[in-house]
């Protein structure tokens, strides 16, 4: 036991034994990603650099980082292992349908079999799980009924602060339709509807559809990194998750941050 110990030790500090070690750790436990854009504005920020969990929601075909390339060119899969699958409100890594060689981040908000839409900007949830359950796990003031169903208004943004809206963004002609309406939808089987935080400056499955599970890499695990625009490191969200970010300490600071930045923002990203 002892001498394969001693090999194991002096293997992995060989160059091979360090590349192997590395790209295990990077394929299925965790892999570094830069946040960088403003979709995901207050929760997460431009300049977050973070770990995500690669195992969250089982085993997502490896790639050779910054090439892209599949260890397995020969296939079109992107899942080795199925695993757990996404909840309601998780903040999900993923390739879009549209661009499988990019990597987004967006919060879940719709479940297989979960519908639907969206009106002046508010979304409108009908859970899969039925009227019932919507009245037993929302308020009375945040459901409304449309087409015989009840429907939740907004069902994260009390739980999840950082999701705001642009008062600047108006319907007027000049902004993308699906910010403002998305006609009733029924999510697919084994596919998640996403969502951006920063609603109104996000591109995500309102203009692009749901993502299949196949295409999710896994969820954010903690920052490592944080500078802003000015090159000044944000030392209050290092080694912070996500679900830490969400308090008000943190989130305020956030808020301010885009309040001084955005006031001429009308991207959509």
Request: glycine share 6%; proline share 7%.
């Amino acid at each position: 036991m002892k001498e394969t110990l001693h090999k194991a030790y002096k293997f992995s500090n060989s160059w091979t034994g360090t590349i192997i070690i590395v790209l295990f750790v990077i394929f299925f436990i965790a892999q570094a990603f830069r946040i960088p854009s403003g979709s995901m504005k207050d929760s997460l920020l431009i300049g977050d650099h973070l770990f995500a969990k690669k195992f969250a929601y089982g085993v997502s075909m490896p790639h050779i980082p910054f090439l892209e390339v599949s260890i397995m060119p020969w296939s079109d899969d992107l899942r080795l292992i199925d695993g757990d699958t996404p909840e309601r409100g998780d903040v999900v890594i993923f390739r879009p349908p549209h661009s499988p060689k990019t990597h987004y981040v967006k919060r879940c908000v719709a479940l297989p079999g979960d519908e639907l839409f969206v009106a002046e900007k508010d979304l409108y949830i009908h859970h899969r799980e039925g009227d019932e359950f919507i009245e037993k796990n929302f308020q009375d003031f945040d459901i409304v009924k449309f087409d015989e169903k009840l429907w939740v208004k907004n069902p994260y943004m009390q739980k999840h602060p950082g999701i705001h809206h642009d008062t600047k963004i108006i319907n007027n002609g000049r902004y993308p339709m699906p910010l403002f309406y998305v006609s009733p939808l029924k999510v697919e089987e084994d596919h998640y509807f996403m969502m951006g935080d920063n609603r109104d400056h996000s591109n995500d499955s309102r203009f692009w559809g749901s993502v299949p599970y196949d295409n999710i890499e896994g969820t954010p695990w903690f920052i490592y990194f944080s500078v802003d625009d000015n090159w000044e490191i944000r030392w209050n969200r290092i080694g912070k998750t996500p679900t830490d970010l969400e308090m008000p300490e943190h989130l305020d600071k956030a808020i301010a941050e885009r309040i001084a930045k955005d006031k001429d923002d009308h991207g959509i990203y």
